[in-house]
């Protein structure tokens, strides 16, 4: 990256004052690089460029049009707020340096960052709460609904409003599913996504029922808010729709105590993009937080941060987008051997031994296919062996046991993986004419993007087992039978 002048800018579009009550509001809003000085205005929103500082821009657009001159004293009164308590104003005004010129994009200050010891006060507490699996998450998401609560009296103000901007949406204006409808929902109809998504809203109500706890244990809390109990003062689904949001920005960094590990900070997510393929981190240092950026930047050209190594699944509930350049995407595979089989316990020692469990999750990652099928293949043959001298060798041997069993094997991986493909309402060719059309719905689109990279493996895993069967020697043999084959889903 040349080591000339740098500066941040924000786009963003319909800014409008956060009010007490709990309220979504619509806006697009990115940080980006630049080293010109110069005005560009479009239909949907403005870019403010200062040279040769770092400069954060969250100034709303003011578009006026015929007959609308009666509300230039509605639109000055809000022009004159966002002047006051942009997060711009607000971060320089408590300790957010200049950017300087290098590598480093910006540092915020830790008193401008959000974690769970300053929301609750106290270290130990904020480590006990964490280590009794109470969620960081519900802690910043109830402190946050509860300062929202205070509107323009709390510090945070500046911030909450940009991220009721926000409402959890992630670099393609698209909600967490977790926020879908049914029938948006039903667009992700055959993905394992959709079972991952109800475990993930069962787990969010139980925080919300635990709200209360957090309250009543957390001092800080109960003695700013003595009076107002979570669970009263916050209905489910204002809770759900607060931690959605920390959810999409919230920041894992490393190397510091448990009580600071999630961490909400001023211009890192949602105003950074995410991409599966950098390697820029945002991270703790001394008292505040750096981004270093791992690439040259062209001027204009959005800053992206590495989201760390996670599946398109995740990507999607966590952030509501797909990055179909991810590296670590992947699917599961879910074998077992059978409870029923009169020789389950020899087969599961067998199994334990060489690492492998009774009921075993599969990885497939993109590109590796292959490899993920040929690790299988050990797996499922020992669901099939009744001879105990054949059960000890199987599992680290690298070829059939017999010709029958090898063909019984790789049928029924291949009906696994037709099944799993008929389950989907689409096909890759289907999919691809959807995403071929610039008007559809975003969240169809992200839905569909990640239904075909799945299916895209799948297919893949597919073709690796024909082609494992069409290298039998003998296509004459018929299957083993297998009254106690091992269980695939």
Same mark, same amino acid.
């Given at each position: 990256?040349?080591?000339?002048?740098?500066?941040?800018?924000?786009?963003?579009?319909?800014?409008?004052?956060?009010?007490?009550?709990?309220?979504?509001?619509?806006?697009?809003?990115?940080?980006?690089?630049?080293?010109?000085?110069?005005?560009?205005?479009?239909?949907?929103?403005?870019?403010?460029?200062?040279?040769?500082?770092?400069?954060?821009?969250?100034?709303?657009?003011?578009?006026?049009?015929?007959?609308?001159?009666?509300?230039?004293?509605?639109?000055?009164?809000?022009?004159?707020?966002?002047?006051?308590?942009?997060?711009?104003?607000?971060?320089?005004?408590?300790?957010?340096? $200049?950017?300087?010129?290098?590598?480093? &994009? +910006?540092?915020?200050?830790? *008193?401008? #960052? !959000?974690? @769970?010891?300053? /929301?609750?006060?106290?270290?130990?507490?904020?480590?006990?709460?964490?280590?009794?699996?109470?969620?960081?998450?519900?802690?910043?998401?109830?402190?946050?609904?509860?300062?929202?609560?205070?509107?323009?009296?709390?510090?945070?103000?500046?911030?909450?409003?940009?991220?009721?901007?926000?409402?959890?949406?992630?670099?393609?204006?698209?909600?967490?599913?977790?926020?879908?409808?049914?029938?948006?929902?039903?667009?992700?109809?055959?993905?394992?996504?959709?079972?991952?998504?109800?475990?993930?809203?069962?787990?969010?109500?139980?925080?919300?029922?635990?709200?209360?706890?957090?309250?009543?244990?957390?001092?800080?809390?109960?003695?700013?808010?003595?009076?107002?109990?979570?669970?009263?003062?916050? $209905?489910?689904?204002?809770?759900?729709? &607060? +931690?959605?949001?920390?959810? *999409?920005? #919230? !920041?894992? @960094?490393?190397? /510091?105590?448990?009580?600071?590990?999630?961490?909400?900070?001023?211009?890192?997510?949602?105003?950074?993009?995410?991409?599966?393929?950098?390697?820029?981190?945002?991270?703790?240092?001394?008292?505040?937080?750096?981004?270093?950026?791992?690439?040259?930047?062209?001027?204009?050209?959005?800053?992206?941060?590495?989201?760390?190594?996670?599946?398109?699944?995740?990507?999607?509930?966590?952030?509501?987008?797909?990055?179909?350049?991810?590296?670590?995407?992947?699917?599961?595979?879910?074998?077992?051997?059978?409870?029923?089989?009169?020789?389950?316990?020899?087969?599961?020692?067998?199994?334990?031994?060489?690492?492998?469990?009774?009921?075993?999750?599969?990885?497939?990652?993109?590109?590796?296919?292959?490899?993920?099928?040929?690790?299988?293949?050990?797996?499922?043959?020992?669901?099939?062996?009744?001879?105990?001298?054949?059960?000890?060798?199987?599992?680290?041997?690298?070829?059939?046991?017999?010709?029958?069993?090898?063909?019984?094997?790789?049928?029924?991986?291949?009906?696994?993986?037709?099944?799993?493909?008929?389950?989907?309402?689409?096909?890759?060719?289907?999919?691809?004419?959807?995403?071929?059309?610039?008007?559809?719905?975003?969240?169809?689109?992200?839905?569909?993007?990640?239904?075909?990279?799945?299916?895209?493996?799948?297919?893949?895993?597919?073709?690796?087992?024909?082609?494992?069967?069409?290298?039998?020697?003998?296509?004459?043999?018929?299957?083993?039978?297998?009254?106690?084959?091992?269980?695939?889903?």
């Amino acid at each position: 990256m040349e080591a000339a002048s740098c500066s941040l800018q924000v786009y963003q579009v319909s800014l409008s004052p956060i009010r007490s009550s709990p309220r979504l509001l619509t806006s697009f809003s990115r940080i980006s690089f630049s080293s010109n000085y110069k005005f560009n205005l479009n239909s949907s929103f403005r870019v403010i460029r200062l040279k040769k500082h770092c400069s954060i821009s969250s100034r709303s657009d003011i578009f006026v049009t015929q007959g609308a001159s009666k509300e230039n004293g509605k639109r000055i009164e809000e022009d004159a707020e966002e002047r006051e308590f942009d997060l711009k104003s607000w971060m320089h005004s408590n300790g957010l340096p $200049p950017c300087k010129a290098g590598d480093t &994009a +910006f540092s915020v200050p830790n *008193s401008l #960052v !959000v974690t @769970l010891e300053k /929301v609750l006060g106290n270290e130990i507490v904020a480590e006990l709460l964490a280590s009794n699996k109470l969620s960081e998450l519900a802690c910043l998401a109830l402190y946050l609904m509860y300062e929202k609560k205070q509107g323009k009296k709390s510090f945070w103000y500046p911030y909450i409003r940009e991220l009721d901007r926000q409402r959890g949406r992630g670099q393609l204006a698209v909600e967490s599913p977790l926020l879908w409808s049914k029938s948006e929902l039903s667009y992700l109809s055959g993905s394992p996504v959709l079972a991952e998504i109800m475990v993930r809203d069962e787990g969010i109500k139980k925080e919300y029922d635990e709200l209360d706890t957090v309250w009543f244990m957390a001092g800080s809390l109960f003695q700013q808010y003595p009076y107002d109990i979570p669970t009263e003062a916050f $209905p489910f689904e204002i809770f759900k729709q &607060a +931690f959605v949001a920390v959810q *999409s920005c #919230v !920041v894992h @960094l490393q190397g /510091v105590s448990l009580a600071r590990r999630f961490a909400l900070v001023p211009l890192g997510p949602p105003l950074l993009a995410y991409k599966s393929t950098c390697r820029a981190m945002l991270t703790a240092v001394d008292d505040a937080v750096h981004l270093v950026v791992d690439r040259p930047y062209k001027d204009g050209e959005p800053i992206v941060v590495w989201c760390g190594p996670q599946p398109n699944s995740k990507l999607l509930i966590n952030y509501g987008f797909v990055d179909e350049d991810n590296p670590y995407d992947r699917i599961v595979v879910e074998a077992a051997l059978s409870t029923e089989d009169p020789q389950y316990q020899e087969k599961r020692m067998v199994a334990q031994r060489n690492g492998k469990l009774s009921q075993q999750s599969f990885h497939v990652h993109v590109g590796k296919e292959k490899e993920a099928v040929a690790d299988m293949l050990p797996y499922l043959r020992l669901g099939y062996l009744s001879d105990p001298a054949e059960m000890q060798s199987v599992i680290t041997s690298q070829g059939p046991v017999s010709p029958c069993v090898e063909r019984a094997v790789l049928d029924q991986l291949l009906d696994y993986f037709k099944e799993r493909l008929s389950g989907y309402s689409t096909t890759l060719m289907e999919d691809d004419a959807l995403l071929a059309d610039q008007n559809l719905n975003p969240k169809k689109r992200v839905a569909t993007q990640l239904v075909r990279l799945e299916k895209k493996i799948l297919q893949a895993c597919l073709q690796a087992t024909v082609d494992l069967i069409n290298l039998l020697p003998d296509h004459s043999v018929s299957p083993c039978p297998a009254p106690y084959a091992p269980s695939l889903k």
